[in-house]
């Protein structure tokens, strides 16, 4: 498809439990966020790469969280031993070269996560 | 510590008159302000920016105000239609990382 595609669109995981969120993003998009969606909250920055380099990942809330992109191209965010308090949808974002700097990002439709 | 502020949550304005979102914010090294859109069960998506030397944009309908001096900037869509009814999220950086402010909900009646 044409834009960034996550999966899997709605999670739901009982506390203690590990999960993986797949993120594709724009086909030749160099740069790939992810940001997390707490329920009546805007999104915040989680972490970012630049091809499969993770530049920063100053976001992440907790050592149980972790991202990879090993090829450059398709990304997952792991969160292990899920709490209640990682219920929230998990945004993938992508952009491609010279724009990034504007701001400018293309959103996937984000993956629900429910910790029950 | 919310460098982004959205105050109010929600706004409704009747089809084709002016709709007002505002925003304020406290870092003044913020290179770029930017104005998402986002509907149900969607991701967000880009509507306009605004580099912080300029004080105005302007993107047909689509109208973004900076002011500077009082850390503040708005969006202004005229005219107002049903399509525009979503969450629009005020964004803010100083690099690559997007803040976010909390969003308010705009709803256009006919």
């Known amino acids: 498809g044409a834009g960034v595609s996550q999966s899997p669109r709605y999670k739901v995981a009982k506390r203690g439990q590990d999960v993986a969120l797949r993120c594709d993003p724009i086909s030749g998009h160099v740069s790939l966020f992810w940001y997390q969606q707490a329920l009546g909250q805007g999104p915040e920055f989680l972490t970012y790469f630049q091809n499969e380099a993770q530049l920063d990942k100053s976001g992440l809330p907790s050592d149980r969280f972790f991202a990879e992109r090993p090829e450059g191209s398709v990304s997952t965010l792991k969160i292990q031993r899920t709490q209640q308090e990682d219920s929230a949808v998990y945004l993938c974002?992508?952009?491609?070269?010279?724009?990034?700097?504007?701001?400018?990002?293309?959103f996937g439709e984000g993956s629900r996560l429910t910790v029950l | 510590d919310q460098q982004v502020k959205q105050n109010s949550p929600s706004l409704s304005v009747q089809e084709g008159r002016i709709s007002i979102l505002n925003c304020d914010y406290t870092n003044s090294m913020f290179d770029y302000f930017l104005w998402y859109k986002k509907y149900p069960a969607e991701g967000p998506t880009f509507l306009i920016s605004?580099?912080?030397?300029?004080d105005k944009n302007e993107d047909g309908r689509f109208t973004v105000f900076l002011n500077k001096s009082a850390k503040h900037l708005s969006l202004h869509i005229v005219p107002s239609q049903p399509g525009d009814s979503a969450v629009y999220f005020c964004a803010a950086n100083s690099g690559y990382a997007l803040n976010f402010g909390k969003g308010t909900s705009l709803l256009v009646t006919p």
């Open positions: 605004i580099s912080s030397i300029k």
């Open positions: 974002a992508s952009s491609s070269p010279g724009q990034e700097w504007a701001g400018e990002l293309f």
